[in-house]
């Protein structure tokens, strides 16, 4: 899949761009929804950073994947351009009007547009599905919410999923497991003297972490054993940390981006009240892991 920036696109008279058949929207977590938005099209749009951490800041939600899982994932789905809108407050001052006739029109030479029933764009949010109709440069295509478990399909849905620990419940909606992503530091090599060495990843600021606890999944596709939390059990001035224990691997990590994806929550972050116990406790966690990620 290629990425543009909507910068490098240059501006044409009408009917000159080449013809694209165009998704829009901010596709975070590129879940269910976005998926109906996105399919059928081979180019999509989207915005860099979210509109509202520049918009309102304070309002700004926690994302659910950063933008190099969100280009990966789109990659997988067949479309063969993704245009990125590096968004700021010019172009937050855009009208409608101007996002249709200079984006869409004269850069991207859209001949279909498809988007969800709620997306808005443009200055103070004017832009509508209802508007992209009433256009007849290009047809437009308003996919309806899309309903699991007799709830809309929302990122905001999977957020509060994923904070809560319900990993499961938010790959459903995701249509792949959850996943987050980032270098590994070194720790205290507290797992290494448990026979246990995971490689430790500190969560990116303005992205949402899973509840505290203890997950089977996976790291760079190898099947793991995934503690989130502070580890109670020991005094440390660490803070929030995901540690992955790749099962039966040798090698070293440090430095290396590691892709963690999450498949099911085992169990709460616990206080152990000896070394011995934790270790038993570790001990079961992997066998656990073993058996859900074989079946």
Sequence with gaps: ???????????????????????????????????????????????????????APEKAPPLVMPHSIQRDVIGGLGVEELVVIPFDRDFSLRSAEEFVERVLVGQLGATSVSVGENFHFGRDAVGSPDFLRSRTEFETRVVPLIEVDGEPVSSTRIR??????????????????????????????????LGYPTANIVPREGFVAPANGVYAGWANEHPAAINVGVRPTFQ????????????????????????????????????????????????????????????
């Excluded at 501006?11 to 976005?34: N, Q, S, W, Y």
């Excluded at 620990?165 to 270098?183: H, R, Y």
């Design 1 to 55: 899949m290629k990425v543009t920036s909507l910068r490098d696109i240059p501006e044409l008279p009408p009917g000159e761009a080449p013809p694209r058949k165009v998704a829009i929207g901010t596709f975070d977590g590129v879940h269910l929804g976005h998926r109906g938005v996105i399919d059928g099209n081979d180019t999509v749009l989207t915005f860099d950073p979210h509109p509202l951490s520049v918009l």
């Design 236 to 295: 440390s001035a660490l803070g929030l940390l995901v540690e992955p224990y790749l099962l039966d691997f040798e090698g070293d990590l440090y430095g290396q981006e590691l892709k963690v994806a999450f498949a099911e929550r085992l169990r709460g972050e616990q206080k152990f009240d000896s070394v011995d116990a934790l270790k038993e406790q570790m001990a079961a966690d992997v066998e656990r892991t073993r058996e859900l990620l074989a079946g």
């Design 160 to 193: 509060e999923l994923v904070r809560g620990g319900d990993v499961a419940g938010a790959a459903k909606l995701l249509g792949g497991p959850f996943i987050l992503k980032g270098p590994v530091v070194h720790g205290e090599k507290r797992g290494r003297e």
